[in-house]
């Protein structure tokens, strides 16, 4: 279909007004039309979500509150993980309309793109800028080989794994054609053999009794009290911000869900370009402005047509996915680690299996020592690549000069800020133990969902045309994610 630029400043709308290009105008190409087995071909942006998720606070910092404080705290996770989604369901409407990934949306909004540029840029590497998924995995791969949990004198061995899967992150996505596609399909064979493995350990493993207990902590009731106590006395609450926040994916890993959408070609993002790895890989033109249609009986034909594919994206996938990925891991947790237990130290990342293959023999700890570096370390490489590729596509967006040098190729500019993130982590995993970069990015992330929830109801409610614009209920949810994020980010800083 033919696409058109506008001309002339009369022309130029609301969305020009920060500096950058106005929309150009397509027609909204047409959805797929999936049944039965065919929609697992069209999902895929919140399969790489959830992927990090898993890792993130379903695998590491779930385990860590919920064996110190109980299953009561569950509902944190389900709450959450529901307002998580409605986020991002209006990240990808955003750039369905217009085939932009959110930050641009974003740097389109007054006083300036560049300041937005640099305020995301800062989030981008406050949340995900720490190593701190590689140097838990490098503990869960310590104990597959020493079949101990590692110690104080142990940091050493501990940093060299952790730079090596660090180092394998960035050369996985050198590789294929479309870098999101590679993730994507990753991603699928993790999801389908973590959440499988955990749920055949947990029926085998875990008595009927703390089955109970999950299913009254999603309600906040303890069942060792049968009290409602949706938060512990003495709660720490640095931990526990963290939690909230990585419960789901969490900050900018949500927002980096729209630059997967975006290179995935989800409604107008078939017209914008994509990615392409170094090897393997193609010079592809990537656009650095959206378009828009106009609204014709056709248009929102197609739209509804899309808006049911994200709805299976993120309900159906990421959502589902999300909860099952808390619970699951939290049973064992809880069944194998005595309540109380502090599991912050070196050995995170193998505290499951230790105390698997303790009772329940070394084949199994072992198992779970697999199980747990494999999540780790996908997770690594999902967040790294998010912060990869949210600096590059605000750099090819809001920089003209580097868009006109001779040449041009957007993989120039992805490969120098993942070249800078190596030489940088190298550095940050000396600074501090495994699990306090962790916490650090995930009470960072709570933070920029307070911040980001609001700008994204402002930039769908003000830039986007009235005809795609969310509806009240979905308004008053975007106000609810700011609200719930901080008051938990005002009580883990208050905490410190």
Known sequence: MAVTLPTNAASVGVEARSGLDPWGRAELPLPPRPTGLGWLRVVGPGVIVLGAAIGSGEFLLGPAVFVRHGLSLLW??????????????????????????????????????????????????????????????????????????????????????????????????????????????????????????????????????????????????????????????????????????????????????????????????????????????????????????????????????????????????????????????????????????????????AALASGMGARAGAAIGALIAVLGAWILVKTQLDVLDGIVRGVTDMLWTGNRRLREWPGADVRFVYYTVLATLVVWALIAMRLAQPIMLVKISANAAGVTLVVASLHLLYVNTHLLPPHIRPPMWRRAALVAVAIFYGLFAAFALLSL
């Not at 640099?118 to 310590?142: D, E, M, N, S």
């Not at 808006?307 to 994206?313: H, N, S, T």
């Not at 699951?328 to 912050?344: H, S």
Request: hydrophobic share 50%; glycine share 12%.
């Open 76 to 349: 944190i996770t389900v709450v959450a993980t529901v307002l998580q989604t409605i986020f991002n369901t209006e990240v990808m409407r955003y750039t369905l309309a217009t085939g932009e990934p959110v930050f641009t949306g974003f740097m389109r909004t007054r006083p300036s793109s560049t300041l937005w540029a640099w305020v995301y840029v800062a989030a981008y590497f406050l949340q995900q800028g720490w190593p701190g998924f590689a140097a838990t995995a490098a503990a869960a791969i310590f104990f597959l080989f020493s079949g101990r949990l590692p110690t104080g004198d142990d940091g050493g061995a501990i940093y060299g794994i952790g730079v090596a899967i660090f180092l394998a992150c960035a050369a996985v996505l050198s590789i294929g054609k479309r870098i999101e596609r590679t993730l994507e399909l990753l991603n699928w064979v993790l999801i389908g053999c973590i959440l499988v493995s955990f749920l055949a350990l947990a029926i085998l493993f875990v008595p009927s009794a703390t089955w109970l207990s999950a299913v009254v902590g999603l309600g906040g009731v303890d069942s060792q009290t049968w009290q409602w106590q949706p938060v512990p006395a003495g709660a720490d609450f640095f931990l526990l911000g963290a939690l909230v926040a990585f419960s789901g994916a969490g900050g900018v890993v949500n927002l980096t869900l729209s630059n997967w959408a975006r290179d995935r070609g989800y409604g107008m993002s078939e017209r914008a370009g994509y990615i392409s790895g170094a090897v393997g890989g193609t010079k592809v033109r990537l656009a650095h402005t959206g378009f828009m249609f106009a609204d014709t009986p056709e248009s929102m034909t197609n739209w509804r047509g899309w808006w049911r594919i994200v709805r299976a994206d993120q309900w159906g996938i990421f959502c589902t996915g999300a909860i099952a990925g808390m619970i699951l891991p939290a049973l064992l947790y809880v069944t194998f680690l005595p309540r109380g237990t502090d599991i912050q130290g070196l050995g995170i990342g």
